[in-house]
């Protein structure tokens, strides 16, 4: 198994470029994966600086319906047209980031839709025997208040985005298994208590965003729910590797309560 970060908010000190996104290169006995691709085609800038060949990858996963996780695609695509790109069936909704001066469209590119390459998923689904995706997460146990300001859009009117376009995605290799989470809108705790009931365990690792940031200071209810969630986190046999949407300050408050079960993620870092 081989994970190296080809897009994250911060500087791994390798040179490579950040942004506001996350992308993931995976590599496993029978498949090369692109989980996610950024915000924009920097993932691809980085990939050849990595040394990583992204006209091999044959497997393209797309977290949920947001930008900063689909953006490269259609780039990806015109070096790369023959990689299988698996997406939940209703991510193109009408997604935006809602505040009072501050009102605009996060989804995708709706030319994704039209990929001959496109998969849309339904329900969950096993892929083969190394790579599984699910979907209807319930649950708002120590739910992410940053989750707020993303709405969707329906007919003149926003509501609180459901986030029923989030797919999650297992790996499974040398014994282990793997959870890739995207951002974790519906809360990773959420997405974990699935996991048990699809699998009857725990993963081994996950890695994903914990979507705490936030660019004010946190309220003490807020800090409560982060520092919640982390506790409840290190009762778990589970080591997590974080970045992204978490947002620094938040990854700072875990750290306090997971220790060595938390390791932050960087843009160009070797996970493993």
């Not at 329906?154 to 793997?178: A, R, W």
């Not at 994903?208 to 409840?232: D, P, R, S, V, W």
């Not at 309560?257 to 996970?271: K, R, T």
């Amino acid at each position: 198994m081989h994970i190296i970060t080809l897009m994250e908010n911060t500087d791994g000190g390798n040179g490579c470029a950040i942004e506001h996104g996350l992308s993931f290169y995976v590599e496993t006995t029978k498949h090369k994966i692109l989980l996610d691709t950024g915000a924009s085609d920097r993932f691809i800038a980085n990939a050849e600086k990595l040394g990583v060949d992204l006209t091999a990858v044959d497997t393209v996963i797309l977290s949920h319906g947001h930008y900063d996780h689909t953006g490269g695609v259609m780039p990806f695509v015109r070096i790369n047209d023959q990689a299988k790109i698996y997406l939940r069936d209703c991510a193109n909704g009408a997604f935006y980031h809602v505040e009072e001066n501050d009102v605009r469209y996060i989804g995708i590119d709706q030319a994704i839709m039209e990929l001959r390459q496109l998969v849309p998923v339904h329900k969950r689904m096993a892929i083969d025997e190394e790579i599984d995706l699910f979907t209807n997460i319930t649950g708002r146990r120590f739910y992410s208040r940053s989750n707020k300001v993303l709405k969707m859009r329906l007919g003149d009117s926003f509501v609180d985005d459901p986030f029923h376009h989030e797919m999650c995605t297992v790996i499974h290799q040398d014994g282990k298994n793997y959870l890739f989470s995207g951002c974790a809108h519906n809360g990773v705790l959420n997405i974990l208590d699935r996991y048990h009931v699809l699998y009857g365990g725990w993963p081994d690792v996950v890695l994903t965003g914990f979507h705490f940031m936030k660019k004010t200071e946190y309220t003490e209810e807020e800090k409560q729910n982060i520092l919640g969630a982390a506790a409840e986190l290190a009762k778990l046999p589970i080591l997590f590797y974080s970045g992204h949407c978490t947002g620094e300050a938040a990854f700072a408050l875990m750290k306090e309560v997971m220790g060595d079960q938390l390791i932050q993620l960087h843009s160009g870092s070797q996970v493993m």
